[in-house]
C-alpha cells in the first residue's frame, strides 16, 4: 500500500459479516442503461443523480417533492422515493430526453410498491405523443403500458404493498414488446410506437393532473436496447442480495487543521480489490474479515472514495474530511459498476 503522508497510522477492526452476491445496482449498470436513478437522494435534494456514466440527472419537481430517504426496495444498504398520490402536492421526477420510442429499441425498468388500487403512473413520456408507458390501472390494478396509443397488459395485477420488479422491452428489429414483471416474460405482442423526443416523467400522468403514484418508486432504468430476459431475471435475483460496501465513513467528519479523522468501512467478503483515492491505493491487506479503518489528516478539506472490485463489478462510495470550515449535509454518494470505473 503507498500510504501519503497525510495518513498517520492504520487501525484494524474483526468482525464478520454475511456473503454476498453481485448487488442489483451492479447487474443493472453491466447491460449499460441511458439513465439510472436509484433515487437514494437524501431529503432537500432537488436532482435525482443519474448513476450511468451519462450524467443524464433528472429533477424533483412539484409542490412538495416526493419524500426520499424511505426504505429501498432491494437489499442494498440504499433508499427509495416515496409518492404520496397527492393531487396539490403533484409530486413527481423529470428526466431529460433520453430516446424516441419510434427510432430505438428500449427497456424500461423500475421497482415499485403501491399502496393504491388507484390508476398511477410509473414512467410517462412527455411531449404531444409520449405515453404512459408503464401504469398500474385501476382495473384489478393490472401493470400495463399504452405504447403507441393502445393498452399493452402485462396480465398481471400489482398487489398493494408488495414489491414488484416490472421491465417494459421494446426490439425494434421485430416491432415486438414484452412485459416482465418479477422476472417472467408475463405478455407480449407487436406495435409501431409513436415519435416523441421528450423527457419522462416518473410519478405523475404528462398533463400533471392524474395518475399520481401511491407508493414507493426505486432503481427506475432507462436502456437503448432490449436487455435479454436473462439479464432481466439476473437483475430480479440481484435484488436479494447485499452490497459490495455495507459502509465506508469518517469521523469526525469536520476537524481542525493538524487533527485527524478516521475512515472506517465495511465490505461483502467476496471484494478481490479495495483502494481509496488520495494516492491511499490498496488497502485489502489492512482489511480482516471485512472490516478496516484508516487514520488521515489532511490539510485540506477532501474527499475520499473507496473502490470494491469483485469478479462481478465495482461499488465505489465516498466521504469528505472537512478542515477548518463546518461539515455540509452529508451527501451519500455510493454506486456500483462492473468491470470498470465510471
Not at 74 to 91: L, R
Not at 215 to 242: C, L, N, Q
Request: hydrophobic letters at 35%; proline letters at 6%; glycine letters at 8%.
Amino acid at each position: 500500500m503507498k500510504v501519503p503522508n497525510s495518513c498517520q497510522s492504520l487501525l484494524l477492526l474483526l468482525a464478520p459479516i454475511a456473503a454476498s452476491a453481485a448487488p442489483y445496482s451492479v447487474e443493472v449498470l453491466a447491460d449499460n442503461p441511458v439513465a439510472f436513478y436509484r433515487l437514494s437522494e437524501t431529503s432537500g435534494a432537488t436532482v435525482a443523480l443519474d448513476s450511468s456514466p451519462n450524467g443524464n440527472h433528472a429533477t424533483f419537481v412539484g409542490t412538495a417533492f416526493p419524500t426520499l430517504g424511505v426504505t429501498g426496495l432491494t437489499e442494498e444498504a440504499d433508499t427509495a422515493a416515496e409518492f404520496s398520490g397527492s393531487s396539490t402536492s403533484k409530486s413527481r421526477i423529470l428526466t431529460p430526453p433520453l430516446f424516441n420510442p419510434a427510432l430505438t429499441s428500449f427497456t424500461i425498468e423500475a421497482l415499485f410498491k403501491t399502496d393504491a388500487t388507484s390508476q398511477q403512473a410509473v414512467v410517462q413520456q412527455d411531449g404531444g405523443k409520449g405515453r404512459t408507458l408503464f401504469f398500474i390501472s385501476s382495473s384489478n390494478n393490472d401493470i400495463r403500458s399504452f405504447l403507441g396509443g393502445a393498452t399493452r397488459s402485462s396480465g398481471t395485477s400489482a398487489v398493494v404493498e408488495k414489491v414488484h420488479h416490472g421491465a417494459l422491452v421494446y426490439d425494434d428489429s421485430t416491432n415486438k414488446w414484452t412485459w416482465y414483471i418479477d422476472g417472467v416474460a408475463t405478455a407480449s405482442g407487436t406495435v409501431n410506437p409513436e415519435s416523441s423526443n421528450g423527457g419522462f416523467f416518473i410519478g405523475i400522468h404528462k398533463n400533471l393532473n392524474g395518475n399520481y403514484f401511491d407508493g414507493t418508486i426505486d432503481e427506475v432504468a432507462f436502456y437503448t436496447h432490449a436487455v435479454p430476459a436473462s439479464r432481466i431475471a439476473e437483475h430480479v435475483a440481484a435484488m436479494e442480495t447485499s452490497p459490495l460496501l455495507n459502509s465506508f465513513t469518517g469521523a469526525p467528519v469536520s476537524i481542525a487543521s493538524g487533527d485527524s479523522a478516521t475512515l472506517s468501512w465495511d465490505i461483502a467478503p467476496e471484494v478481490t480489490a479495495l483502494s481509496i483515492s488520495q494516492d491511499i491505493g490498496d488497502v485489502l491487506p489492512f482489511t480482516t474479515n471485512g472490516i478496516g479503518n484508516l487514520r488521515v489528516s489532511p490539510v485540506v478539506t477532501t474527499a475520499y472514495t473507496l473502490s470494491a472490485t469483485t469478479p462481478s463489478g465495482t461499488a465505489t462510495e465516498s466521504v469528505t474530511i472537512y478542515v477548518d470550515e463546518p461539515a455540509a449535509r452529508p451527501q451519500r454518494n455510493r454506486d456500483g459498476q462492473r468491470n470498470g470505473h465510471r
